[in-house]
């Protein structure tokens, strides 16, 4: 197949901009003696034709109410495999694997703007299932810049950690618990006909339910009755169980100050029973706007929204004053990763720097509002070291009035590290947030 006359597939996805990246390849792998066959929707026999590829045109997507029937799938592709690409007479696991060698052994043939060709442990490489003896970063699936970080959080386990991080990600609730309970929600959702079964319990979070991926990920959540009486509010595991670990009660004065859409913010007045007082405030006032709406469908009426002030201090009142100050820190949303896989190859040097410079920038705006006794709660949903336990070292360095206090963090599994817990997909089955807790001593 390495050879002239090697035959390539190509069945992209129904969008232009794959469609137009495989005929880019096609081009090189025609100009180099091979074959290229196309499968795709009818909408691209145009952009196809007019490349002289051979086609073979079908509907990829399912066909809308009263569109006229297509031909049998099932047997378009027998016919496919039988008549026009010999090669896909294989197991379904290496229908795909079958191609990847001689794609490479074609397109690096050391010609002008070409790679040079593949050497035998390249070749071998290619050929084999296995990444064992994979560097952590390849076998981990994220950037060789961060295997560094990735090795003081996780050490031997960064692989594993990282894999995890690119698994396809459920979709939990949190149960409002101002206007319904667990067993009301689930009850609600498992007659909604988008569902095939009611929901489960998350594992750690008392207050939380969990869709797998595969219902998840198209669930129209938003349209849900349940949802529009204020039921319950989409929220990971990990931000739910960032919030218990606040240490927030019924009666206290409590600060948000990174508030973002709020929803660590609704949490907390779940948990306060409407009881005491949430300050909100975020420095860009846009991304606070939706949280009256947010917190008047919730029934959560101890929420006050603050907003940045020209001349004034919009938090001076609130000094001296808080029994908890959350920081749900600016971040590189590393600990997301599986929810935004595009984010993770984006990720830049000088964007984490930027990411420091603001959490080091909230912490100060925080720390005054902290009373005497009360906690400093510092959260990301990272697990790069040098924005969590880094930035919490640093702020004690500065800070010589707080010091680390532990978590009431209970059997939650985790990385555990001088009082700060680690949430990761792989031990605690949600996103991968950090929760530290500093206590004003003097």
Not at 22 to 46: K, N, P, Q, T
Not at 60 to 68: C, H, K, R, S
Not at 298 to 309: G, L, Y
Not at 352 to 357: D, E, Q
Request: glycine share 10%.
């Amino acid at each position: 197949m390495s050879g002239a006359g090697a035959t390539f597939v190509f069945f992209p996805e129904g969008a232009y901009g794959p469609t137009n990246n495989c005929v880019g390849i096609g081009d090189v792998l025609r100009a180099r003696g091979h074959r290229v066959v196309f499968i795709a929707e009818d909408s691209f026999a145009g952009t196809l034709e007019a490349k002289g590829f051979e086609e073979r045109l079908m509907r990829l997507t399912p066909p809308a109410e009263g569109d006229a029937a297509d031909e049998d799938p099932g047997q378009f592709w027998k016919d496919f495999i039988r008549d026009t690409a010999p090669v896909f007479r294989k197991p379904t696991i290496e229908q795909l694997e079958g191609f990847i060698a001689p794609t490479f052994e074609a397109l690096c043939d050391g010609a002008r703007f070409a790679p040079a060709p593949l050497i035998e442990a390249e070749q071998a490489a290619l050929t084999s299932r296995s990444l064992e003896g994979a560097p952590a970063h390849v076998a981990g699936d994220f950037l060789d810049w961060l295997a560094p970080s990735f090795a003081r959080v996780f050490g031997d386990a960064s692989a594993a950690e990282g894999a995890a991080l690119a698994a396809p990600a459920p979709l939990d609730l949190r149960i409002n618990t101002l206007k319904a309970d667990r067993a009301k929600v689930v009850a609600a959702l498992g007659e909604s006909p988008k569902l095939r079964e009611p929901p489960g319990a998350t594992q750690y979070a008392h207050d939380g339910v969990r869709i797998p991926w595969a219902q998840g990920r198209t669930f129209p959540w938003a349209s849900e009755q349940s949802f529009l009486k204020g039921w319950f509010e989409v929220q990971d595991e990990g931000s739910q169980l960032a919030a218990l670990m606040s240490g927030a009660a019924p009666g206290m004065q409590v600060a948000d100050v990174c508030a973002g859409g709020g929803g660590k913010t609704l949490a907390l007045a779940a948990l306060m029973e409407n009881k005491g007082q949430i300050y909100a405030y975020d420095v860009d006032a846009r991304r606070i706007a939706p949280l009256k709406e947010r917190a008047d469908r919730a029934s959560a009426h101890n929420i006050q929204i603050r907003t940045p002030m020209r001349t004034k201090d919009a938090l001076a009142d609130l000094r001296d004053r808080m029994d908890v100050v959350l920081v749900d820190a600016p971040c590189t949303g590393s600990g997301t990763w599986r929810r935004n896989p595009d984010s993770k190859w984006r990720l830049r040097p000088n964007a984490l720097a930027m990411r420091l410079k603001e959490q080091t920038e909230a912490l100060a705006l925080a720390a005054p509002l902290v009373r005497l006794g009360g906690r400093l709660v510092y959260v990301t949903c990272s697990v790069l070291p040098e924005e969590n336990e880094d930035q919490v070292a640093a702020f004690l360095a500065s800070y010589a009035d707080f010091k680390a206090v532990g978590l009431d963090a209970g059997q939650i599994p985790g990385h555990r590290r001088h009082g700060a817990l680690q949430m990761t997909p792989l031990l605690t089955g949600c996103d991968g947030f950090f929760v530290a807790a500093m206590e004003r001593a003097r």
